[in-house]
């Protein structure tokens, strides 16, 4: 069999730990013998990272920006335990978040279903994408404390230097007091992410906030949406038989419990954070949950939801055996391989990312699966195998369907 070819690379940005090893092993197993990859490799693991004063991560989202596809494994964010653990020179920063910085995309995250593993919410058939803001609010706030007989007020200064000011609170005893914001080409951006995200997968947007209680800075969000929706993609929702529309985020709420799943939830970057947790936890489980940072003028960045997996790589290390679900970083490169094809009209490329996801889906329906899906999966013939033969698995099926 002839491998596949690719005109454009994308960019392979490697990572750390038990993801690391798994990176190796999917690209040997279900990558390489069908694909005649051209990829542009950045190594974002953190003795490179710390090696390079983590110029590799801002280099790679640069890369990001030119080819327009990147593939990323998951990475270490450092804390304290990591700086002496890696001899590290700085607590470098969250690459996702410098990433992030550099690309000024929005986050969707989707659940991959499977036969057996049923939603605690059991009228999700379809999956629910949330689409998180990734800037600003409490996430970047100035807060203080109190103290009984002081007065909090909120000032703006403006250009020519003009304060309009408000009084938060006048306090009686002692309190507390924050101050958050957000920028209207932040949300902007974010807005168009969904809408172009929409387009590209036809599902309808749902988008939450409270502005009946917050009549200006909520407002402000859901009057961007309505503004950048009417001028520039309402025909382009009613050609392809797609919706969006506006709802309070406790109604939302309701209606997602209710709902059969199968559209984005837009939710603000804290809504979004608790949010995701709830529908990833619901669906089954974080391991079976992708991720794509999506930038406002189309640039497309793939990975799994979950972090290094830290605990079974520290098993890997001592010689056990492992069992680590591989399912959301196939996920990662077949989301990455699909877009690739798309943008290049590459349909081989496109037809093998079909492929691989079904290999990896049919492999687990046929009972064949790591050891936490082994743990909630209602099959009855069902075997728990190890990291490395799950994807032998995977490849030994992928191989018969591109035959
Ligand atoms: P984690 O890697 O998501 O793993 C937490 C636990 O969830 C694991 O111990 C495991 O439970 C289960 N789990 C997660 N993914 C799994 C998989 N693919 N297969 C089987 N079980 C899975 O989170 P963490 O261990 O708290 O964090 C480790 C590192 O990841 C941290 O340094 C953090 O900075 C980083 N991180 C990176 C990203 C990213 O790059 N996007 C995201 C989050 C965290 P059991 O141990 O019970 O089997
Ligand atoms: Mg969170």
Redesign the pocket.
Known sequence: MDKIKMTTPIVEMD?DEMTRIIWSMIKEELILPFVDLNSEYYDLGLENRNATDDQVTVQSAEATKKYGVAVKC????PNAARMTEYDLKQMWKSP?GTIRAILDGTVFRAPILVKGVTPFIPTWTKPITIARHAYGDVYKNTEMKAPAGSKAELCVTDAEGNETRSTIMEFKGDGIVQGMHNTDRSISSFARSCFNYALATKQDVWFSSKDTISKIYDHNFKDIFQDIYDNEYKEKFEEAGIEYFYTLIDDAVARVIRSNGGYIWACKNYDGDVMSDMVATAFGS??MMTSVLVSPDGVYEY?AA???????YYKHLKGEETS??SV?TIFAWSGALRKRGELDGNAELQNFADMLEKATIDTIESGIM?G?LYLISSLENKTKVNTQDFLKETGKRLASYMN
């Open positions: 990572g998951a990475t270490i964010t996702n974080l391991a990975e979950h972090g290094t997996v830290q605990r079974h680590t679900n959301a790591t936490d």
